[in-house]
């Protein structure tokens, strides 16, 4: 099992830019997928973007060409770069891999 603590999120602006981080405690280069979730508050966990290691990624129609999702294998870490930040985008962002989830980073998107 791997530990995954996420990193990056807090107080933005509508129109900045976030980026997260999700660092894993061991190799995530075995793993076939890794990904962002989102729980707004009210709402259920939805998803934000899915990296498939031998496919596609996928990603939220609500977020699609504002964010983007990568991975350093070396680093063992999972990124998810936010641009074009909307109120509608405030929600606690939790990683994902194969499994395995973090514990979450508040992202809040207000002026």
């Known amino acids: 099992q791997v530990q995954l603590v996420e990193s990056g999120g807090g107080l933005v602006q509508p129109g900045g830019s976030l980026r997260l981080s999700c660092a894993a405690s061991g190799s995530i280069y075995s793993f076939n997928s890794m990904g962002w979730y989102r729980q707004a508050p009210g709402k259920q966990r939805e998803l934000v973007a899915l990296?498939?290691?031998?496919?596609?990624?996928n990603y939220a129609d609500s977020v699609k060409g504002r964010f983007t999702i990568s991975s350093d294998n070396a680093k063992n870490t999972v990124y998810l770069q936010m641009n074009s930040l909307k109120p509608e985008d405030t929600a606690v962002y939790y990683c994902?891999?194969?499994?395995?989830w973090g514990r979450g980073t508040q992202v809040t998107v207000s002026s």
């Open positions: 994902y891999v194969s499994g395995n």
């Open positions: 990296k498939r290691t031998y496919g596609s990624t």
